[in-house]
């Protein structure tokens, strides 16, 4: 490895524990005046990493690894968040920043800084400048550290996804890019500008030629929208250079600002916006769908990961659970409105968060083959120094840390040879195993044969009970016939046995295991050499031990030293590495050995059977050359008696003719038919009485010795040819020989097994015996049984006939009834045709929109959660509302107050006039004014109980309207208790108002008082104008509410009709069903009773087929025991030996079993007949069964049906009776939502039914 910074350690630890990807949560402050519009926060942050959301019923909590609150700064930001990911960037790691969020929720800011400042040198500067500054500050550092053997390369590119194409911000006039894959680059865009950066401040003139070029438009809810994801990647490439060994390390570090997700009812988008915001919202959602697809894969799931289903997962696959290191700003907005955004965006963050990364550092080493020799053999010296206990003071940091990678060159040696003694152990291995597979194969063939033996002593015992059971029902005799099919039995199991000795599997054995055995010892007495191979192994493992000790002690001492600290711990490590290593190696050898012991001594078993075998053989050959030394003796004692009867026979020859006779019958007799010393015997002593009586001439002795001359050199070549001959037969014999041993051995053994079995044969047999008894008797009940089946079968004939008939009729029918068919068959085929494409139109969409359902099941839950927000946020509105209506009755209880006291006062004044009436008479002009004043007054008063008639009527209105309301709205139940005490209230005010007119009446003085109080009464009447006003409102949103209601009703009346025509066309057509089911019904009733006139006619034919059977049973016994008689005399008259039949009985006995076999043929499929007959009756009254059931269930439906129309009829006179009572005033109305839910249900349940009767004509129509 090449040398790095000292931190490299540390961050190769972190980068092991932090591969998952980090999740910073950002809280954007509030804007001026959203706090009362949004009616509050709805979160707040806990802790620095804890967030708590407030949604009901409970509140949610989310932990991440940093949460900022609403006032943290960029820096800090910063800090938390990018310090890390450059860092590991310095050091060969891939890092990734990117933030998501809603739109206004910050991500922008938090990225970039404020959108009206161009330069990047204020305080609000976002993360990517700040990342910039950082970087260069890391790369001039490490340059001031390593001086002129570092170098560093720093590039840049700009990348704009818009509308799922991608853009080059470096490039105005690019047009749409391509992503391309490559094996060590990974994902890249093809034809993208890299600027070189070499400060700061260059990145930054690139950052805003960029991001002017990015697209940016203002929506209702942002005033600089970002419309396209922007994606800045920097490569930094690092070289490093000691003893001409080149180091380079490459990193990316992608910064990337995601558009934000919008809804259309919040953002108000139309044409292209919209479009935008659809594809932003896609390529989010993907990216959502990633990460879900990422968590699952790291849960054990089997899953695809679509990476490719957007440009932007794609781009960023390596950021997403690849090689990266990873952070996500996640945005979000405090207020109540963006309560579904911000749960939404907290999910995405919580799932992002279980993601694990497999970063890695990106690092290659480059440089010559001798540069590269030449710096092991200064590690090996260095090394050597550190043994011999030298310091190391100029040793330089990069060459300590390389010194750990190469290792002590002496310990790789003794690995390798270590490893080609496990390569040798493999080997052998491998020549065992093939070993074993040659040994499982003999197994297999001997298993093989132990099954043919097994099937052979089978084949024998079923002959051995065959014939136990002919001789003990025959006396001990067998038949002809049957004594031939025994013979040519046995004569092809002498010929399996034969193929089976000539095809031995011991023979294969015994060949394999010779060949083996063979090459064995080839390859043993080749083993010298490995014996030397192996002492050498056992010598280098010897020093390896003794070499791996002497480390180990000098590590041991130099654990004391505190010097090269560094190269003690790389020597450790090493030599703890190649320990491990030898330990694997010897435990390998070991069970090497272990092998190679086994098979040696499997190979000693295989010599001692082999052997052993050998011995056997040799035995035998012995005894075969005894047999063959017997037989020669036989043949020349043979000859000698042959030669000796020639002898006499010459010298008793008279005439030449005689000898030429005796010549040719000697001749005859020398045949290797007749050369047998009994038979030459016989012939002499017959012939020599007929020679020995007749005299001898002797002109004929010249011609006699002739004659024997020429006999005596025929004989000779005889007896050569017949030597050749008896050498081919004693080789013959031999084999023979050996064969019959072998049968001899096998015959012994299945004796054995034959005497064995008998016994159980004699247990079986009993058994069979009373099983036979057992089957006589059923014999005789299905012969009973054939009778019934015999009749049945006759009347079955009958209906067939009858059913032949009808069906002629039937087919005539049927043709006129297929032509219809198929016309209907062909327009069937047609629609099938569409609806099939109809079909798989919606699997698509089916598919598709299982695809929508997961994304929507989210949204689903999120906006639970926002109605949830809403509804207590309205809950909270209705109790404002409540309290001030509250305050208007304490304000009402106050007036009436008022009223009261004014009341009393004028009575207090009708009091002084009344006295004052009295008093003073002089007023009466005064009286005479107040007495028209009073007449206005009057007029004003009748005006006044006009508007309370108004009022009045108004009231009844809103008694009608606030019953309507209370049957609305349930919840309001104490407000109705609440508006029936002022509605009592007002009456009782209308009495005092009443009495208050009367005591006007008599009011004659002080009209100034009176004037007064009429500009108070005025006063009254504005604020119950007013009052009116909002009730008239109140009472027109209750008309309209009642129209809705009524439209409702007209609709869901509609509704209900339209159900109704459909339920009485689904009642004809099922009674039209249950017609056919009838019909169906009788005709299956007509098929039972033909079948069953067929089962008895088939019975009465099986009752004749069992008597003639029974007849020809009792004839063919009778001939059996002729047969048994005659065999018994041909037993007591004939040998022993088996001979052939006559032919008249063989015919006889093959004309009865063939007759047995017919009559037994001919029942069999007589009962098979009744057996399907029947299985049919059987089927066709559970069809009965099924249709009476099916007919019950049309009957219920009907009965339904019926009951659906009156409730039908019920429901719409109660609309009717609604509808009068709603014209009538004053009438209270039945709840509305309860006759909704009424409606509701009843349309529910017709639903149903209607989707049960569908379902029955379905299965009725197949």
């Not at 990974?186 to 070499?198: K, M, N, P, W």
């Not at 934000?260 to 935008?276: F, I």
Request: a negative charge.
């Amino acid at each position: 490895m090449a040398p790095g910074s000292k931190g490299d350690t540390a961050l190769a630890a972190s980068s092991a524990e932090g591969d998952a990807i980090k999740v910073f949560v950002r809280v954007r402050p509030l804007e001026e005046g959203t706090v009362l519009a949004d009616n509050g926060l709805c979160l707040s942050v806990l802790s620095s990493n804890t967030i708590r959301l407030n949604s009901k019923p409970e509140p949610k909590i989310f932990t991440f690894d940093h949460v900022a609150d609403v006032d943290t700064t960029q820096e800090s930001v910063f800090s938390s968040v990018a310090k890390k990911i450059v860092e590991s960037c310095m050091n060969g790691y891939n890092g990734t920043i990117f933030a998501y969020g809603q739109t206004g929720s910050g991500k922008t800011f938090t990225m970039m800084g404020p959108p009206d400042s161009d330069n990047f040198t204020h305080n609000l500067r976002g993360v990517i400048p700040r990342s910039f500054e950082y970087l260069f500050f890391l790369i001039e550092r490490e340059k001031e550290k390593a001086g002129a053997e570092k170098s560093f390369l720093c590039k840049c590119s700009f990348i704009e996804i818009y509308n799922e194409q991608l853009f080059d911000l470096l490039d105005s006039a690019s047009a749409g890019l391509f992503l391309r894959e490559h094996i060590t680059k990974g994902v890249f865009v093809v034809g993208a500008v890299e600027q070189v950066l070499t400060s700061a401040a260059e990145a930054y003139k690139v950052l805003t030629t960029g991001w002017r070029n990015r697209r940016v438009a203002s929506t209702s809810m942002n005033r600089e929208s970002s419309r396209s994801h922007a994606v800045f990647t920097i490569t930094v490439e690092s070289m490093e250079k000691t003893n001409d060994v080149m180091n380079i390390r490459s990193s990316l570090l992608n910064l990337v600002d995601l558009a934000g997700s919008e809804r259309q009812k919040d953002t108000h988008t139309e044409g292209v916006r919209l479009k935008e915001a659809g594809n932003i919202n896609r390529s989010l959602s993907c990216l959502g769908q990633v990460i879900t697809a990422l968590v699952d894969v790291g849960n054990g799931k089997q899953r695809h990961i679509c990476y490719r289903d957007s440009r932007l997962t794609f781009l960023l696959r390596d950021s997403l659970g690849g090689n990266a290191k990873t952070c996500i700003i996640a945005n979000i907005n405090p207020g109540s409105r963006c309560f579904g955004e911000t749960l939404s965006t907290l999910n995405f963050a919580q799932r992002a968060k279980l993601i694990k990364n497999k970063a890695v550092i990106n690092e290659d080493t480059q440089g010559n083959v001798k540069q590269l020799q030449s710096e092991v053999k200064k590690l090996k010296e260095q090394l050597a120094l550190l043994n011999s206990g030298q310091s190391l003071q100029d040793a330089s940091l990069p060459t300590a840390t390389l010194t750990r990678d190469v290792g002590n060159a002496d310990y790789l040696n003794h690995f390798l040879e270590a490893m080609l003694l496990l390569e040798k152990a493999e080997s052998e291995r491998k020549m065992l195993l093939e070993k074993v597979a040659q040994l499982e194969d003999l197994c297999v063939k001997k298993e093989k044969f132990i099954q043919s033996n097994k099937m052979i002593v089978k084949f024998r015992e079923d002959h051995i009970t065959r014939l136990e059971k002919l001789h003990k029902e025959a006396h001990g005799s067998f038949l002809p016939s049957e004594q031939e099919k025994l013979f040519g039995e046995l004569k092809e199991e002498l010929k399996i046995l034969r193929e089976q000795v000539e095809q031995h599997p011991r023979v294969a054995k015994y060949a394999m295991e010779n060949h083996a055995l063979r090459e064995e010892n080839k390859r043993l007495r080749s083993l010298q050499s490995v014996k030397s191979a192996q002492d050498i192994d056992a010598q280098a493992m010897a020093e390896l031990e003794k070499i791996f000790l002497e480390a180990s002690g000098r590590e041991s001492n130099k654990r004391g030293q505190q010097m090269c600290s560094t190269a003690s711990s790389t020597d450790s490590s090493s030599s703890e590495k190649l320990k491990e290593r030898l330990l694997a190696t010897q435990s390998e050898l070991a069970s090497s050995k272990q092998e190679h012991e086994e098979f040696k001594e499997l190979t000693k078993k295989k010599q001692i059977e082999l052997e052993s075998e050998l011995l056997s053989l040799q035995k035998a050959n012995q005894h075969l050359e005894k047999i063959l030394e017997a037989t020669k003796a036989c043949k020349r004692q043979e000859v000698s008696h042959l030669n000796k009867i020639h002898r006499e026979t010459l010298k008793n020859i008279a005439t030449p003719t005689k000898a030429y006779q005796l010549r040719s019958r000697l001749v005859a007799r020398f045949t290797p038919e007749t050369l047998s010393p009994e038979s030459v015997d016989i012939q002499s002593s017959g012939d020599n009485d007929y020679i020995f009586n007749e005299p001898m001439p002797p002109e004929m002795n010249e011609q006699a010795y002739e004659a024997v001359a020429e006999e005596l050199r025929v004989a000779q070549e005889e007896l050569s040819t017949l030597q050749i001959k008896l050498d081919a037969e004693e080789s013959k014999t031999v084999k023979l020989q050996q064969h019959i041993n072998k049968l001899e051995h096998h015959s012994s053994q299945v004796q054995e097994l034959f005497a064995s079995e008998r016994s159980n044969w004699q247990t079986e047999k009993q058994g069979l015996l009373e099983k036979l008894d057992y089957l006589e008797k059923q014999y005789q009940d299905t012969q009973s049984k054939a009778d019934m089946l015999n009749t049945e079968v006759r009347d079955l004939r009958i209906v067939l006939q009858s059913a032949d008939k009808d069906l002629s009729a039937v087919k005539m029918e049927y043709d006129h009834f297929r032509r219809t068919q198929e016309k209907e068959m062909g327009e069937l085929s047609s629609r099938h045709m569409n609806v099939q494409l109809q079909l798989d139109n919606v699997r698509l969409e089916y598919e598709n929109i299982l695809e929508r359902k997961t994304s929507l099941q989210d949204d689903y839950d999120n906006l639970q959660e926002i109605l949830k927000f809403e509804t207590d946020q309205l809950m909270q509105q209705l109790t404002d509302s409540k309290q001030e209506t509250e305050a208007l009755k304490t304000e009402l209880w106050n007036a009436l107050g008022l009223l009261e006291s004014e009341k009393e006062h004028n009575q207090k004044l009708t009091m002084q006039l009344q006295e004052d009436k009295e008093h003073n008479s002089k007023e009466h002009l005064k009286i005479s004014e107040l007495v028209e004043l009073e007449k206005q007054y009057s007029e004003i008063v009748s005006r006044c109980e006009q508007q309370e008639i108004k009022l009045q009527n108004l009231e009844q209105n809103l008694t009608a309207s606030e019953e309507v309301i209370v049957s609305l709205q349930k919840t309001n139940a104490a407000d109705k208790e609440v508006v029936s005490d002022l509605m009592n209230q007002i009456q009782d005010m209308r009495i005092s108002i009443s009495r208050k007119t009367e005591c006007i009446e008599g009011l004659t003085s002080e009209l100034e008082d009176v004037k007064c109080k009429y500009n108070s009464a005025l006063a009254a009447k504005e604020e119950s104008r007013a009052v009116i006003e909002d009730q008239e409102k109140q009472i027109e949103e209750l008309r309209e509410a009642l129209e809705r209601a009524q439209a409702a009703d007209r609709i869901e009346k509609e509704i209900i009709c339209e159900e109704l025509q459909h339920t009485t066309e689904q009642l004809s057509s099922l009674t039209e069903a249950s017609k056919k089911h009838a019909a169906l019904l009788q005709s299956a009733q007509e098929d039972l009773i033909r079948k069953e006139a067929l089962i008895q006619e088939l019975q009465e034919q099986l009752d004749k087929r069992t008597g003639e059977l029974e007849n020809r049973r009792s004839e063919y016994e009778a001939k059996v025991c002729q047969i048994d008689q005659f065999m018994d005399s041909a037993v007591t008259t004939l040998p022993q030996s088996p001979r052939t039949p006559p032919n008249s009985l063989a015919r006889l006995f093959e004309t009865h079993e063939q007759e047995i076999a017919d009559r037994t043929a001919s029942a069999i499929t007589l009962e098979c007949l009744v057996s399907e007959l029947n299985e049919e009756r059987d089927a066709k009254n559970s069809e009965i069964l099924r249709l009476k059931a099916q007919l019950c269930e049309l009957e219920n439906l009907r009965l339904e049906m019926q009951e659906l129309m009156e409730s039908n009829r019920n429901l719409q006179s109660q609309l009717e009776e609604v509808k009068r009572g709603r014209k009538i005033s004053g009438t209270k109305y039945p709840d509305i939502k309860d006759l909704r839910e009424r409606d509701k249900e009843i349309a529910e349940g017709k639903l149903a039914k209607s989707k049960a009767l569908e379902e029955t004509l379905k299965l009725h129509q197949s």
